[in-house]
T-cell receptor, first 109, second 116 residues
Framework: QKEVEQNSGPLSVPEGAIASLNCTYS??????FFWYRQYSGKSPELIMF????GDKEDGRFTAQLNKASQYVSLLIRDSQPSDSATYLC?????????FGAGTRLTVKP | DADVTQTPRNRITKTGKRIMLECSQT?????MYWYRQDPGLGLRLIYY???????NKGEISDGYSVSRQAQAKFSLSLESAIPNQTALYFC???????????????FGPGTRLTVL
């Protein structure tokens, strides 16, 4: 079982819709959770981080963490074509960081 | 100027050659990381360093070695390159934080390595 799992997609949504990205992790001791966005050929850049159970909102982005169920999600409201990218879930695990394989999101105009 | 730089940006080499990838940062961060990225596998941690005197193996360290020459410099070496080490390599940095917690990682632009 992979330690951090994401649906590889591709996930396609129309412009203006809500995109929902999900991630599950295997280690209950994990304490730090991140969502990175990676455009093709570019390096990852941070979108959101969350440490506590519940929701955290930043503009059009909301991260949701449920430690009991071991999942973290990212909602993108009013999706734009510029949101088309691969989204990487990362989990702080013991002394290192583990990334999921990423979900490719396409927002169609 | 970029905060995290990697050299070279692209490299083609042959099986058995020794290769060094270099990373420099001006962010003043203590923690530095080396990852490789392969299609469908995401980012996998090779080595990480929490300060100049601290080096730790990551998920996939076999066939790699590292050197932390200074707070700002962290090099990755492939002693004898093989074709399945063909990948995109990223260096990253982050601030230190409390035990068990992590701060945002800042990534360099990546090095595309091809081993023939």
């Amino acid at each position: 079982q992979k330690e951090v799992e994401q649906n590889s997609g591709p996930l396609s949504v129309p412009e203006g819709a809500i995109a929902s990205l999900n991630c599950t992790y295997s280690d209950r001791g994990s304490q730090s959770f991140f969502w990175y966005r990676q455009y093709s050929g570019k390096s990852p850049e941070l979108i959101m981080f969350i440490y506590s159970n519940g929701d955290k909102e930043d503009g059009r982005f909301t991260a949701q963490l449920n430690k009991a169920s071991q999942y973290v999600s990212l909602l993108i409201r009013d999706s734009q074509p510029s949101d088309s990218a691969t989204y990487l879930c990362a989990v702080g695990l013991n002394n290192d960081m583990r990334f999921g394989a990423g979900t490719r999101l396409t927002v169609k105009p | 100027d970029a905060d995290v730089t990697q050299t070279p940006r692209n490299r083609i080499t042959k099986t058995g050659k020794r290769i060094m990838l270099e990373c420099s940062q001006t962010k003043g961060h203590d923690r530095m990381y080396w990852y490789r990225q392969d299609p469908g596998l995401g980012l996998r941690l090779i080595y990480y360093s929490f300060d100049v005197k601290d080096i730790n193996k990551g998920e996939i360290s076999d066939g790699y070695s590292v050197s932390r020459q200074a707070q700002a410099k962290f090099s990755l070496s492939l002693e004898s390159a093989i074709p399945n080490q063909t990948a995109l390599y990223f260096c990253a940095t982050s601030e230190s934080t409390g035990t068990g917690f992590y701060n945002e990682q800042f990534f360099g632009p990546g090095t595309r390595l091809t081993v023939l």
